[in-house]
Every structure is written in C-alpha cells, then in structure tokens.
C-alpha cells in the first residue's frame, strides 16, 4: 500500500472552508458528513451547518417528482444542461424511499444525466441509504444547505413518486414539479391526489412523436382537475404543460413557470414564509419523532404497553382507553390529568 | 449410379455418393495496426484458413477516431484500428476481395465499415456483386451483452433495415447482419434465451422489413434467405447439439407459418459458430483445448444442425488475447476434423434417435413461450427499453456464479481437482501469452494525420451533410456512407454526423432488483463485517463499480455489482464505456470509498495510471482505495501494483465471496 497525502477535511474549519470556497471534494465529503450515523459526526455536522446556514438561502431549491418510467432523469439532464448554458450552477440532489432499507443498494444511476453528469459546474449526489425516511430527510435538507454554501445557485431535489417521500421532498422546496405522463390511458395514472395538491407546476412529460397527442389530451384533463383542487397560495394557479425530455420541446416554457412561482412568492412576502414554516414543522417532526422513539424504548412504558396489548389481544379493553390509560402512567401527562 | 445409395451414404444432386464439403474455417483476427493485420491475415490464408474474420479495435467498433481522448488507450488492441478507406487498402493489400468470403464483426459502425469495403472495391475496379461476406450488424445484443451501439434502438434497426434493402440486389452474396446469440450464452444465457431471444430478434427484424414495405414477396422471400445466425456452442454439448435442432426446425416453422416463405431454401437456418469462451478458465489453461474440442462437437456432428462456418477461441484466451500459434493450433483442430476423421461422409446420425427428439421438442417448447412474451411485449425494442431481456440475462448469470461457487455445477482445475502440475504451455519467454506492440498506435495516428492532411475538405463537408440530411429525411443513408468513404471521412466524423441527428444511446444496465442466490456463513460473515465497517464509517460503504474505456463487455462488472450489493455495499454502477475522468469525477462527488474498475480489452494498464493520475488531482488518492479486475497478465499486475492499485483480480478469482472479502480488507485496511 502506497503512503500518500490525505487531502481530508477532518477539522471543523477545514470542512467550513472547503465547502465555501467551493472545492468538489470538500462539498463531497460534507455531504458524507451529514448523512454519517455516527454520534461524533453528527456532532461535528450540526456544527458545520450552523456555521454554513449565513451562506445559504440564496439558491431556487426545486422538487422534482413523477412515476417511475416518467422520464425524470433525461428531463432534469435537459434542463439542468440548459441551465448551466445560463450560467447557473446546478446541484442535484435525490431521495429514493427505495433505499431505506437495512441491506445493501444500486443507488441512482448516474449515467441516465449523462450530460449533466459530465459537466464540472454540476454536482449530483444520490439519495442516502440511511435506516428511515427520516433520517434520508435530514440528511437532504442538510445536504441543501452544503451546497447552497458552495455557491450552487439551484438545487434540483429528485424523488420517485410512490410512498411518502413526494411529501418530505415539498416540505424542503420553494417550488414543487410533479411530472405525468400523457401515455398510460387514465389521465391521473394512480398518482394520489395528495401528490396533485403538492405540486406548484404539473408537465406531462414525453410529448414526442406519437405520444405527442396524448400529452396534450392528458394536460388538458389535468388542468381540469387541478381546478377543482383548494391552491396552496392564493396568488398562485398551479399551471399544466406539455415537455419532452427527449427532444428538449417546452423544457424552457415549464423552466420560465417554475421560475414565475418563485418570482410570485417573493413578490407577495410568502416565500420567507414558507421557509420558515418548512423550518418549524421539521421542528416538530423531529420532536414528535424523538418523543415517540424515547417512548418507545422506555422500559416502564415499554413493560406497561406489553401488558395492555395483550388486553387488546383478550378484547379487554378498546384502543382508546389503553391508550389514556399508557399516558396516564407517564408523569408528565398524568399529574395534568390528574389536577 | 445404378445402386442405391445406403442410408449411410450421402448422395448429391445428381445421386451419386460423395463426401460433404466442409463448413468455412475462420481465425478471428486483426490488431495492432492495418500493416500488421494484413500480414496476419495473409499468413492465415496460406495455412488454409477460407474465410476471413476481421477484429476491429474498439474505437473503430465504437465510432471515434483513434485519435480521440477516450480512444487512445485501445487503439489496436482487440483488433484493427481503421480509420478511412486509406487503412482499408493496406489492410487488403494483396488479398482478392473477389475471391474472399469476409465476415466482419462490426455492429455500432456495420453500415460505415460496409460502405468502405465497397468504396475500396470501386476505386479497385471489382464490381460489388462479386463481394461476399457478412457485417455482424446485430444490435440487440450489442445493447443485451457486447455494447458497442452508438444510436437507439429505433435508429440502429432502421440501419439494419437499409443495409438489407441495399445488399438483397446490389450485393446479393452479403449477409446485412447476423443474428447473434452468441454474446448471449456470453452474458450468462441458458440454451433456451439463446434460442427464444436470438429467434424473437429475427422476427422482430423481418417484421420492421415488412413494414417498411420497400420490397414485394419475391424480395422479401430472398431477404428472409439472406437472414444467418451467428450461436454458441458451449460444454453441455449434447444439449448444444439438440439446442442447433431446435434452431433449424424454429426457423423453418416461423419462416413458413408467420411469413408464408414458400421456398424451402429461404427457410434453411444458416448459421456461423464461436465456441464458448465464457467457459474457458484461467487456471490450468492447456483445459481448455479439450473444452474447445468437445464444444466443436456439438455444431458439426449433427449434419442436420451442421454449422457453415466456425471459428475457435484459443486456449489460452482467459489469459490474454491469443498468439498466432494459439490460433493456428485452434485452427488445426477444424482441419483434422473435416480431412482426417470419417465426420463428413455420413448423414444425420442422430434422426430418429428417440432421446434427441425429445430433449429438441422440449427445448422448442419453452422457447416457444418465451418468443410469444417478448412478442407480447412489443417486440425486441420495447423488451430491450423495459430491460425486460437485459435483466433475465443478469439473473441468468448470476445464477451461473451462485451455481459454481457452491460446487452445484463441476468446473474441472476451478472448484474440482484444482492442484495440478505446473503447465509447460506458459513456460516459453512470452509467459504464453500475447504482447502487442505499443509502436503500432502510433503508426496508426501517422496515417490518420496523413489523410485528414491530404483530402479535399470541401468533398468532406459536402459528404457529411449528405450523410446528416438522409439521416434526418429517412431517406437511404448507404450511398451517402460510401461517398463519405471515398472522400476519406474519418470513423469518428461518419458516427459523429450521425451522433448529431439520433443521439447516443445508455441501455438499462439490467442490475436493479437482481439478487443472488447465494447463502451461507461466508455471506452472514460478510454482512457482519460490513455491519461493523458501517458503524466505523458512520455510512455503509460505498463502491463504484465502472468500466473504463471501450470495453463494453460488462457481465463481470454487473455480477459484481450485484454480489457487492448482496453481502450489504452501496454501490453506484456507472455502467460501461466512460472516461477515466468521469469515473474519477462520480467517485469524488459521490464520495465513495473505492472504485472497482473492470477492464477486458488489455488497457488496464493506460487506464489505471489515468484513474489513479485523477484521483492525485482531486486530493483522494489514498482516500478512494482502487481495485482492478480484467483479462490481467501477471506481469502488468505488477504494473498496476506499482501505480497504487490495492488488489487485481482475474478469471481465476471466480469465488465472488472471495472477492466480496479482499474488497473489505482493502477499506478496512485504509481506516485502521
């Protein structure tokens, strides 16, 4: 085995400077940092975001969602080029539900942005394989702030459209792109309407050759029914277009919308806002998260919920009294209730 | 004459006994550079040899000049490098194009390389009805198991499709393409993909011809004549031979039934064969000489299922490329065969033979069902975009390596009967192996130079357009691809124009959702390690696996991807051909802890000392630990060593565990 030099950031400022001057293996290596499991790491990455967070903020975060074989990669690879040829730095980042789990994983194949993949003023990082669709969150949200800090000046946040992770994906985006497909016969394709109230722009993609008529039937069926959904900010009509990754066609007009939705934001005052409400909801989801993992492992509570399941198990009790009743036994809950 | 022949006898036309002709003997050759392989070829045809089987070096399968950045570490080293028609007329200097029957494995550029063997014709004076010869042309297994496509699906079948109605009566003794299933049984297929997929590829060609409507049923019956096959032959060679049965009798069926083809001699399965490689072993190569001669067996013995024309790997082809000696012994065992043993005097000895029958019956039967769910599909094109194929043959393989790493499948001196005495074979001053002679590639970017310098560059601009409108219109892009060829246009400016009209195409890569058999304490150990190397990182650890260069032979890579996923890796597969740099670049953005690289086309080592010159730049040399796996010849293991390489493995290292674990070591070695 060869000696060689470490080139690792391994302090604190070394991370903080790299990531700040923009140095690609600095920003690689904090992105390995923050999704790190290990207690001192995350120590370590608490502290490095913090200090980062002054120089954050300042880039378009856009989520970018669709059903698997809706042609996510080659759109974002089109949109992504042309956004370079602007002069923008793009950084992608995704979230695969499919890699939360405990064994090994493929992660997402690079090579389906091929251009963009290859080009040094873009930065594409798969999705984490951490133990939850939590931990995959903070991990991104975290991972969003690197590298606003290293100048990226718009982060593209990629996920497959089935599970939850549409939701955790809006709730760390300014605006929101669902794409659909115009070929599959039944206009909302099985998307849950969950996913349609989400979405600030729609783009029925693959509009090319002969699919080309059927995205337009599609697009005009949607927009339909995007009217009878309540919209997210009153200012803000969701709008339904027409693309094709493959050939480039209607990248630009969907680019100008998602860009129109931010401008609006602004404009009205609700972008700060939605940042911050983003920010004080994650609050509580990691409260709720850490109180229902501390409940969990509790000993007295554990031994209490094992005997009022099997209550439940003999119908000797409802849902609802054991669940007063395993409250009840925690202090703080109980003396309330108690009073 | 006036006796009746015995059934033993073989009559002709004219009913007299005679002996059968033998099938064409083939050497696949070429390398170095155009002098070098005409030398080569010449001297093969004076051994004997009947046909020509040219090997094209990567960049010229591939579609870049050899003077392109991602060409240069390949340039001659699987096969000739041609970079115009200048190359052309050296590589057949003194060799007759009119009496040669010349078989071309090219796909990606079939439609250029065709274009300058007319072109060379025409500025020789040989009119192009006398050419005969085959251009391999067959995509769909390019994307399945070889990847060399340029273009999408769409895009290469319709150059197929042109190259068809071009030849049918402009050269009438062309094959277009050959149907391979060849680099399936490769990839890991059984007897029955490689008949249901290689069958479903034909249909689904002479259904685009049929479409496309340019020829009436007389032509088309002659277009179906005109389709050859190009299949494996592997050690099971009793099931190969029933395997061939099946072929000719699924192809008399489907060419009458599905296409109304009433003349008999259209419906004839024609077909070419390489034995196996895949089988071939590293350890105690001299082996595989009698693997080699036990597969010959199962495509000659059967006059029925006879092959036209074979080639033969060398023993000692899991160690490096062959040598022309290696070639010529290989050789030597097709001519004892055909001269000296009794094979061709007798007819099919195996009809009638109840066991024979059955075994082809059941073989016919599941292919059967397997041609109608890729039917069902939509064909090949829709069967390839879905990774439908692609994924059937991973899990093939995979299975293959479960099976051979548990002892379930025998492969003698690899998991039975390893010690053996040491072989005489490798003892000579080159280790028994091939060296190529790295002054070729210069000679060869000389002559590039040279032409690029002498042409008339208005003829060149002109031609190319011509090229990119025909592409563009859907007008016939062949005429355009020869006058490109006789105005000198390079490899890399015909596939370029092209690239600019159709776009480059990236297959599935077919590893999503596969998953390996295999259990075990070796696995649960595995797991615990990397369980705790987890705990040590604070992330599981990550593994890019990638293929630098050309290269697009990518079952290795792909087995290994999945076994490193199996035992609990992230891994990232970026797939085949990629540059050095891009495999540096995703190494670094994706921050992984090694870069696994396979390499079979005798690169390994321009490209190690480029990944690890990389890795210097970035400041993660050291961090990113590297291992290489390839066709590697000891010495320049030694090479890569030297470079900084942790670990080579080569097709002696077939126990996926084995490897699983030196890659573990590596890691854990470098955070100790």
Known sequence: ?339 | MNTRPLPHQIQDASGDVVRDRPWIFRTYAGHSSARASNQLFRSNLEQGQTGLSIAFDLPTQCGYDSDDPIARPEVGKVGVPINSLDDFHVLFEGIPLEKMNTSMTINGTAMWLLALYVALARERGVSIDQLAGTTQNDLVKEYLARGTYIFPPQESLRIIAEMYEYCLDEIPKWNASNICSYHLQEAGATPVQELAFALANAVSLLDLLQARGRFDHEQFERAVGRISFFVNAGIRFVEEMCKMRAFSELWNEITRDRYGVQNERFRRFRYGVQVNSLGLTEGQPENNAWRILIETLGITLSRNARCRALQLPAWNEALSLPRPWDQQWSLRLQQILAYETDLLEYPDLFDGSPVVQSKVAELKQIARAEIERILELGGVIPAIESGYMKSALVKSMSERMSAINDGAQIVVGVNRWTEGLPSPLLAGDDGGVFKADPAAASETLENLARTRKARDPERVKRSLEQLKEAARKGTPMFEASVECALARVTTGEWANALREVFGEYRPPTGIDGQRLSLGGDRVEQLRARIASLTDTLGHRPRILVGKPGLDGHSNGAEVIAVSARHVGFDVIYSGIRLTADAIVRAAVEEDVDLIGASVLSGSHVELAHQIMTGLESSGAKGRIRVVFGGIIPKQDAEKLIQLGVDRIFTPSDYELMDIMESIVDVIEAAHA
């Open chain 1, 1 to 339: 085995m060869t000696a060689t030099r470490r080139v690792r950031p391994t302090t604190l400022e070394e991370f903080r400077a790299g990531v700040l001057a923009g140095e690609r293996p600095a920003v690689a290596r904090a992105i390995t940092l923050v999704e790190s499991q290990r207690a001192d790491h995350q120590r370590l990455a608490q502290e490095l975001v913090t200090q980062l967070l002054p120089h954050s903020g300042r880039a378009h975060r856009v989520g970018i969602t669709g059903v698997p074989g809706a042609g996510k990669s080659t759109f974002i690879d089109e949109l992504g080029t042309r956004l370079l040829e602007r002069g923008k730095r793009v950084a992608v980042l995704a979230v695969d539900p499919s890699s939360v789990r405990s064994g090994g994983s493929i992660l997402g194949d690079k090579t389906r942005m091929e251009r963009l993949a290859s080009d040094p003023r873009a930065y594409i990082r798969p999705s984490p394989t951490a133990g939850s669709l939590g931990g995959v969150a903070r991990a991104t949200r975290q991972g969003i702030i690197v590298v606003e800090a290293a100048g990226f000046d718009v982060v593209l946040v990629e996920t497959v459209g089935v599970g939850q992770s549409e939701t955790t994906v809006a709730q760390m985006v300014d605006t929101f792109l669902l794409l659909m497909l115009g070929r599959t016969g039944d206009s909302l394709q099985g998307i849950k309407r969950g996913v349609l109230e989400l979405a600030d722009v729609i783009a029925v993609n693959k509009a090319d050759g002969h699919g080309a008529s059927e995205a337009s039937r599609a697009a005009s069926e949607l927009a339909s029914a995007v009217r009878l959904l309540e919209p997210q900010s009153p200012h803000w009509r969701p709008p339904v277009l027409t693309c094709s990754g493959l050939e480039g066609s209607g990248i630009d007009d969907v680019w100008v919308q998602v860009e129109a939705h931010r401008h609006t934001l602004e404009q009205r005052g609700e972008l700060e806002d939605k940042r911050v409400r983003q920010e004080v909801d994650w609050m509580w989801a990691l409260v709720k998260e850490r109180i229902e993992s501390e409940l969990r492992h509790h000993p007295a509570l554990r031994a209490r919920a094992e005997q009022l399941t099997q209550k439940l198990r003999a119908h000797a009790t409802t849902a609802s009294r054991a669940a007063d009743e395993l409250l009840a036994s925690l202090d703080w809950f109980g003396n309330d209730r108690d009073s």
